[in-house]
C-alpha cells in the first residue's frame, strides 16, 4: 500500500498533520488547505479501500490519513510482534519424538525455520545444523553425539542426507531383526512340539509303542520294527 500511495504522490499525507487556516485566511491560503484536505481525503479513501469490510467500518472515522494510517501501524505492528514470539517459541519447544519418522519431523522443522524466515530473522546454517542436530530424539542418542564431535562443518543439506540414510539403515536394520526373531521362535515351536510328542510316547509307549526309544526331545530312534498291536 504504502508503495501504491507513493506512485500517486500521496505518500506524505501519512505524516502530515492539517494545515491550520489561521484568524484572517487570505484566499491562496484557504486554496491551499482545500488542495491538501482533498489529497488527503484521496489518500484516506485508498487506504481504506484496500481494508476488509469489517475493518472499513471500523476505521473510515478516523479524521485523516495520518491517523488512520498510525491506528492500522499500531494494531498490525503489535500482532506482528505477536507473531514473532509464537514463531520463536515453537522453534524453541519443538522436540522430535520416537513415534514419528525422523525425515517427516525434520520437514516440519523445515517449515519452522520457513516461518522463522518469513517474519524477517536470520538464523545461519551452522545454527540451523547444530539445532536440528539437538531435536533428534532419545532412540538417536549415539548418533548425535556421534555428529555433534564432528569437527568438519556441514550444510543443512548434508546433514539431512545423513539423516535420511542413517532412518534406512535402522528401517533394515529392524526388519532384519524381526526375521531372526520369528526364525528362532519357529525353532522354538518345533522344539516344543517335539517334547510334547515324545512325552506322549513315553507314557503311551509300553502299550502301543514298546520298541520307541526316547532319546531327546528332537529325534526318535527305532531299535526294530514295530510289533504288530495284539488283540486281547
Known amino acids: 500500500m504504502l508503495f501504491y500511495l507513493t506512485t500517486l504522490n500521496l505518500a506524505r499525507f501519512l505524516q502530515e498533520d492539517a494545515p491550520d487556516l489561521g484568524e484572517n485566511p487570505d484566499r491562496q491560503t484557504v486554496a491551499a488547505v482545500d488542495a491538501w484536505k482533498h489529497s488527503d481525503f ?19 472515522p478516523m479524521v485523516n490519513a495520518k491517523a488512520l494510517w498510525e491506528s492500522l501501524e499500531r494494531k498490525y505492528k503489535t500482532e506482528d510482534a505477536g507473531s514473532k514470539k509464537f514463531v520463536v517459541g515453537k522453534f524453541l519447544d519443538f522436540k522430535m519424538v520416537d513415534s514419528k519418522t525422523v525425515i517427516s519431523q525434520v520437514q516440519e522443522f523445515q517449515l519452522i525455520l520457513h516461518d522463522i524466515h518469513a517474519e524477517g530473522m536470520v538464523l545461519g546454517e551452522s545454527f540451523q545444523v547444530a539445532a536440528l542436530i539437538e531435536k533428534l530424539p532419545p532412540t538417536w542418542k549415539d548418533f548425535k553425539n556421534y555428529l555433534k564431535h564432528k569437527r568438519k ?31 528362532k521362535a519357529n525353532v522354538v515351536e518345533q522344539e516344543l512340539c517335539a517334547i510334547v510328542l515324545v512325552r506322549r510316547v513315553c507314557k503311551f509307549g509300553v502299550l502301543l509303542f514298546p520298541d520307541v526309544l526316547p532319546v531327546y526331545p528332537e529325534r526318535l530312534f527305532v531299535r526294530r520294527p514295530l510289533a504288530p498291536l495284539r488283540d486281547e
Open 153 to 183: 562443518e556441514m550444510k543443512l543439506e548434508d546433514l539431512i542426507v545423513r539423516l535420511r540414510i542413517e532412518e534406512d539403515n535402522r528401517k533394515s536394520e529392524k526388519k532384519a531383526g524381526n526375521y531372526h526373531q520369528e526364525a
Open 42 to 60: 484521496l489518500c484516506k479513501n485508498y487506504i481504506l479501500n484496500g481494508l476488509d469490510n469489517a475493518l472499513y467500518n471500523v476505521y473510515s
